[in-house]
Structures are given as C-alpha cells and as structure tokens.
C-alpha cells in the first residue's frame, strides 16, 4: 500500500522551511524554490500546497502565529496555577521581545509582514490585523479584570494602557533586534510600565520574583 501523506504535517514543514529561510535572508527576498530547497521537496510540490507565493506567505503568518501563541501559552503555565492578570499580561509581552533565535525570528518575520502588508494589497486583504487586534483585546480583558479586582487604580483606561503596552513592546522588540538594547533593559522597560499600571506590582506573592530568577527566553 502507498504510503499515506499527512497534509497538515506537510504545510508545517513548508511553513518551517520558509520561516528559516526568511529568518537568514529575509522575507521580501524568498521565493518558493528557495523554500523548496530548504524543506528537501520539489518546487512541484510546494506549487501543490501553496498555488502562489503569496498564499505561503499567508500559511507562514498563520504558522509564526500559532508558534507564538504556544510560547505565550508556556509562559502562563510557567507562573503557576490561576496566574494574576499582570502575570498573564507580563507572559505575552515578554513572548514577543526577541531573546533567542526563535523569538528573535517571530520579531523579525512579523515586523516585515506588517511593513509588506502596507504595499501589498493581497496580503493586506487578508486577516493580518486580526492578530495584533486580538492582542489587544486580550490585555484590554486582562487590565479590566485587574481593574474590577481593585489591582490597578479605579480610573486606569484598560484598552488605552493595552495600546500602550502592546506598542511599547513592539518598539522595544525592534530596539533589542538591531542592537540598541539588551533583552534585560528592554524587560526592565516593561517591568517599570507595569509597575506604574498595578498597585503594589499587581503580583500575587508566589508570583513575585527577583530581576535575577527572571529567565528571559
């Protein structure tokens, strides 16, 4: 019997290879055979997933977004069982800073998506925002619930500070990206804001840590 083709596992290693290639050179400057070559398959057959490159493209924004969310994911587990809505909030901002290669290519890969999408009607049309907005919409939530909890002070404009933070994280990422900064500074950065957002830091006291038990990555 032939062997079956796991689709999904195929577009994923696509996606992977593309990824790669675009976090060593670049993503206006990949093309479809460069990706090919990188995941071992033909050109053939990567035409057979993605009929254009601007449908790869789609499936890598999708693929980078749902690495990112597993990294966020790892970092709520990480701060322990029903973790305070700072350190939820704290988890996403930190997943984004480039401070090992694979947020450091997330970072990259997701900033020139962005700048392509404002010259690339196609890629544009798609639900690129969707992402970023529901970032948005998930900090919003989290500072209103600290809000209601009485963590952050009765007049904090929940969705005014998530467009804060989430812009602030963005700018810092790309100041870590090309050297300005360490990852530590640009964590620092983030620990003041949120310092100035919740009363008292807004951790409980299990969650609390020093600068030095922080790990980064």
Not at 202 to 208: C, E, I, K, L
């Amino acid at each position: 019997m032939p062997k079956r083709v796991d689709h999904a596992e195929r577009r994923t290693q696509i996606a992977e290879a593309l990824v790669r290639v675009a976090g060593r050179r670049g993503l206006h400057a990949v093309g479809m055979r460069d990706v090919a070559a990188e995941a071992g398959v033909s050109l053939r057959l990567v035409q057979y997933y993605f009929e254009t490159k601007e449908k790869l493209l789609h499936y890598g924004l999708q693929h980078l977004t749902r690495r990112f969310e597993e990294r966020v994911a790892a970092r709520v587990r990480a701060a322990g069982d029903a973790p305070a809505p700072r350190a939820m909030i704290e988890a996403l901002l930190m997943a984004a800073l480039p401070t090992d290669e694979e947020s450091r290519v997330f970072h990259l890969l997701h900033t020139a998506y962005a700048m392509l999408a404002v010259t690339d009607q196609g890629l544009a049309a798609q639900p690129f925002i969707k992402d970023p907005d529901a970032a948005e919409h998930t900090v919003t939530e989290l500072l209103r619930q600290a809000r209601d909890a009485d963590l952050v002070a009765p007049d904090t404009d929940p969705q005014a500070e998530a467009v804060g933070l989430l812009a602030m994280s963005a700018g810092l990422g790309t100041s870590v990206l090309v050297g300005q900064r360490s990852p530590e500074s640009a964590a620092d950065v983030l620990d003041h804001h949120l310092d100035r957002i919740f009363q008292g830091g807004g951790r409980s006291a299990p969650a609390r840590r020093t600068r030095e038990s922080r790990q980064l990555p």
